[in-house]
């Protein structure tokens, strides 16, 4: 085989690759609004989920981060914007106090070692 | 009085490989100076003894043959060792398999990050930490995104240290080594400790860091992109690759270092240690943990060393160097996304 056909498999390749690490789209689902406070839950397992998810701005809000047999790296939790890290319990919730975002805040999160990531959009 | 000789040196195509030899060559009492010369491939030597250059060239030949050199009076064209004859000429042959290395390593790049993103190892493990649990937590860890950083470390040491002839299973049998018993151990020191100190997420992001950079820079000179011209590599890493290769010390520091690399699956092993109480669960739950990802490590190193031996050498170097290369990437990327310092870029 010659040169152009190596290229061409490899440039198909870097387009897979590249394919595996888009993110994925909204959602609004672990979004509840209890006695004039939002909670958002995200589960942490073997990444995060939802990876995108849209919440309310401007009123008080509780993130709730669900770890169930969780030894991956989804369990050392870093967001950055608020300096929380913490290793989370292998299994349970742990809720961290957002305080108030207003709209059109993005809020990121991901693990320890940066491969998975989270982001809650407040609109 | 001192007499110099010049000889020529076979296998050294390397910056290491130069510091190496005149390292072994200065620790004979006869040799007063040596001066290896990367570009034609010679080594000067200053000499009080009273021997002729044929001895002199066989009995230095003892002294770095276990390192896969030979000196010689006349210039000897090595009739086999493929990854000398690559550094060497050949220009297009080389060429086409750089052109080759590339489509596989980004093969195997495709299907890891495709393993990460399947979820199949994403199931949570239940219940207690037992040392059994661990050890599938080990087994699992070994296949994950760990593997990016902690795997493709151990694949470019090892290709590398197979790469310059070092009598490669023994440094490999002690980074192993290195790994199981500062694991147990440590485990059993954070069992001890209990809960008053935690681990540093910087200071393990920026061994990370580190890591990925090593990575880098192995992984471009496995393609053949820093060896290519002999470029020296910057000092302190040239150091750092000497050490590697020459004491008997290195390897197991840098097992005891894979402790601290930042690795989620370890991360929460540690903390299972943390709060188990006692140095003995501590301890057989990190041996466990360890123990458990040394199948797919101990593959990577052997496997390298046998592939590096075989025919496929080139190939297999320069494939290596790829995959090195992306997995180098990715966990600097991550990890500078997990310090804060960029945004997390992607998310598997």
Excluded at chain 1, 13 to 27: D, E, N, Q, T
Excluded at chain 2, 157 to 172: E, G, H, P, R
Aim: hydrophobic share 45%; with cysteine.
């Amino acid at each position: 085989m010659n040169k152009t056909v190596y290229i061409i498999i490899a440039l198909a390749l870097i387009v897979v690759i590249g394919i595996i690490f888009a993110g994925g789209a909204g959602s609004t689902q672990g979004v509840e609004i209890k006695d004039g406070v939002q909670y958002i839950k995200i589960d942490a397992l073997g990444g995060y989920s939802p990876q995108v998810t849209e919440a309310k701005g401007g009123m008080p809000t509780k993130l709730v981060v669900a770890t169930n047999g969780t030894y991956d790296c989804s369990a050392s939790l870093v967001i950055p914007s608020i300096s929380f890290r913490k290793i989370l319990p292998q299994t349970g919730e742990t809720e961290i106090d957002l305080g108030i975002f207003k709209t059109g805040e993005t809020l990121k999160g991901l693990c320890g070692m940066g491969m998975y990531s989270f982001q809650i959009n407040f609109n | 009085m001192l007499k110099t000789y010049t000889f020529h040196v076979s296998g050294t195509y390397c910056a290491s490989c130069k510091i190496l030899i005149e390292d072994i060559l200065n620790e004979q009492e006869f040799v007063k100076n040596a001066r290896v010369n990367l570009k034609k491939e010679t080594v000067e030597i200053e000499t009080d003894g009273e021997k002729n250059p044929e001895e002199l060239a066989e009995l230095l030949t003892s002294k770095v043959k276990p390192n896969g050199y030979t000196l010689s009076v006349e210039k000897i064209i090595p009739a086999r060792s493929a990854t000398q004859r690559d550094a060497g000429g050949e220009e297009n042959k080389k060429d086409d398999v750089v052109w080759k290395a590339i489509p596989i390593g980004l093969v195997f790049l495709a299907l890891f990050f495709m393993l990460q993103k399947s979820g199949i190892l994403s199931f949570g493990i239940g219940g207690k930490t037992t040392p059994a649990t661990s050890f599938i937590v080990g087994l699992i860890a070994s296949v994950s995104s760990c593997l990016a950083i902690v795997g493709g470390l151990v694949l470019s040491l090892s290709a590398k240290i197979s790469q310059d002839n070092v009598s490669d299973t023994k440094t490999f049998l002690l980074f192993h080594v290195g790994r199981l018993v500062s694991f147990a151990v440590l485990g059993g020191v954070l069992g001890i400790i209990g809960n008053a100190i935690g681990i540093n997420f910087t200071f393990t992001a920026i061994l990370g860091l580190l890591a990925s950079i090593v990575m880098l820079m192995l992984g471009l000179n496995l393609v053949g992109v820093l060896a290519k011209n002999k470029i020296a590599l910057p000092s302190e890493l040239f150091n750092f690759f000497r050490k590697i290769e020459h004491k008997t010390f290195t390897p197991l520091v840098i097992g005891f270092g894979t402790f601290f690399l930042p690795c989620g699956f370890t991360q929460s092993m540690q903390i299972v240690a943390l709060s188990s109480g006692s140095f003995t669960s501590g301890m057989s739950i990190m041996f466990a943990f360890a123990l458990g990802t040394l199948p797919m490590l101990a593959l990577l190193s052997f496997g390298s060393s046998s592939f590096a031996h075989g025919k496929h050498a080139p190939l297999f170097f320069k494939s290596a160097g790829v995959v090195v290369i992306g997995l180098g990437l990715f966990a600097l990327l991550a990890g500078l996304a997990g310090l804060g310092i960029i945004n997390p870029l992607f998310s598997i």
